[in-house]
Structure formats: structure tokens, C-alpha cells
């Protein structure tokens, strides 16, 4: 079947490193995405992999492994605005275009 | 540019009423989707449109229908209101060959009572 698995919640301290993992099961994978999103607030884009290795966007960083199914989010120098919930997505290639399916998603609790 | 907007920000229904969510983009983005996110829960696909004229159905499409006459607009209609279908609902569209970096709109909290 299809599916995503990401721990429910992560907390961690202001200035620390936090990994938030992410494994996926599914046929006709294509990439992994990751997303941010805050209390009340719409999703955000933060990286994407479609090939093996690492990504760095400032003080995120994304990692894929097509061949374990698995990927991470690596956030460092936590601040307390990274408080929010993280959601790993996979995409499938159709016929129709890509299609995202979205983990359940990781609440990041950034504590003093 | 505005980005993607979404109408109404909130709307309370009736069961069996029917009603249409608006979502347009002004950056003339080929891709765009529909999802809902209930509670402690992801988000699920519900329709998507790789381009004016093509639509596809998602993880959840039964009770709505989408049209996609222009790049702008992508709506989505409720066709008879259920409380199963109280939820949040986004619209989200990206650049062609992009479309996992998609933009999306702040979101319809719709109830159904």
C-alpha cells in the first residue's frame, strides 16, 4: 500500500539541532517534499529531494535515501518561530501530473 | 502579486446545502489542487488540475466537484453538504514540471451542521 510515517511530535531546545524523520511506502515514487505549517496558518514549501544525498536551504537541510524509503528534515540553530508542525509529502508520478500524498505530520515544540 | 486567494475565509452550512470555494492564482501557475485538513491530520488531496480543461480526482473526491475553465481559477464545489465535510480546506498551485513546490492559499474553515 501507501503510506507515510513521521513521529507526532519532537521537542527540542532554542539554538539546538532537531532531525524530523520521515519513512514512505508507495509504487512510482518520484520525490520527497517538506512543508512547514504554523497554528491557523496555510503550509509552506520548505525543500524537496528527487535524488539521493542532502539538501541545505539556509538553516534547513532535507535528506533522501530512495533505497531505505526514507528521508529527514534537519533543522539547526532551532529558534522559537520554528515551533510548528512539519509534514513530509511524497509524490507519485500519473498520468495526469504529480501527485502529492502528505505525512500526518511533526509538531515541533522549540522550548528556552 | 496577491499569490493564491481563497473565498469565503469561513462559511457555516446546513446539511444538503450546496456552495462553491473559490481559489484563484495570479502567477500563472499551470498546477493546482484542493486538499482538506481535519484535525491532528495531514493534508488530503482531493482534486487536482495539471492545466485549463483537465481535472483529476484525488485521495477523497466523492461529494465534490471541480472545473478548471481558465489558468486562474480552480473552484470547488460542495454538491450536497454533509458534517463529514467540516474541515479546512486550501488551495494550492505550483510552475509546471514544479509541482512539488506548491503555494498555497490561507485556507476555508467550513462547518456543516
Known amino acids: 500500500g501507501q503510506s507515510l510515517e513521521q513521529p507526532s511530535e519532537v521537542t527540542a531546545v532554542e539554538g539546538a539541532i532537531v532531525q524530523i524523520n520521515c519513512t514512505y511506502q508507495?509504487?512510482?515514487?518520484?520525490?520527497l517534499s517538506w512543508y512547514q505549517q504554523h497554528d491557523g496558518g496555510a503550509p509552506t514549501f520548505l525543500s524537496y529531494n528527487a535524488l539521493d544525498g542532502l539538501e541545505e536551504t539556509g538553516r534547513f537541510s532535507s535528506f533522501l535515501s530512495r533505497s531505505d524509503s526514507y528521508g529527514y528534515l534537519l533543522l539547526q540553530e532551532l529558534q522559537m518561530k520554528d515551533s510548528a508542525s512539519y509534514f513530509c509529502?511524497?509524490?507519485?508520478?500519473?498520468?495526469?501530473?504529480?501527485?502529492?500524498?502528505f505525512g500526518t505530520g511533526t509538531q515541533l515544540k522549540v522550548e528556552l | 502579486n496577491a499569490g493564491v486567494t481563497q473565498t469565503p475565509k469561513f462559511q457555516v452550512l446546513k446539511t444538503g446545502q450546496s456552495m462553491t470555494l473559490q481559489c484563484a492564482q495570479d502567477m500563472n501557475h499551470e498546477y493546482m489542487s484542493w486538499y482538506r485538513q481535519d484535525p491532528g491530520m495531514g493534508l488530503r488531496l482531493i482534486h487536482y488540475?495539471?492545466?485549463?480543461?483537465?481535472?483529476d480526482q484525488g485521495e477523497v473526491p466523492n461529494g465534490y466537484n471541480v472545473s478548471r475553465s481558465t489558468t486562474e481559477d480552480f473552484p470547488l464545489r460542495l454538491l450536497s453538504a454533509a458534517p463529514s465535510q467540516t474541515s479546512v480546506y486550501f488551495c494550492?498551485?505550483?510552475?509546471?514540471?514544479?509541482?512539488?513546490?506548491?503555494?498555497f492559499g490561507p485556507g476555508t474553515r467550513l462547518t456543516v451542521t
Open positions: 509529502a511524497y509524490s507519485i508520478l500519473t498520468g495526469g501530473g504529480n501527485k502529492l500524498t
Open positions: 508507495t509504487s512510482g515514487f518520484y520525490g
Open positions: 488540475s495539471v492545466g485549463a480543461g483537465i481535472t
Open positions: 494550492a498551485s505550483s510552475p509546471k514540471g514544479r509541482a512539488t513546490e506548491q503555494y
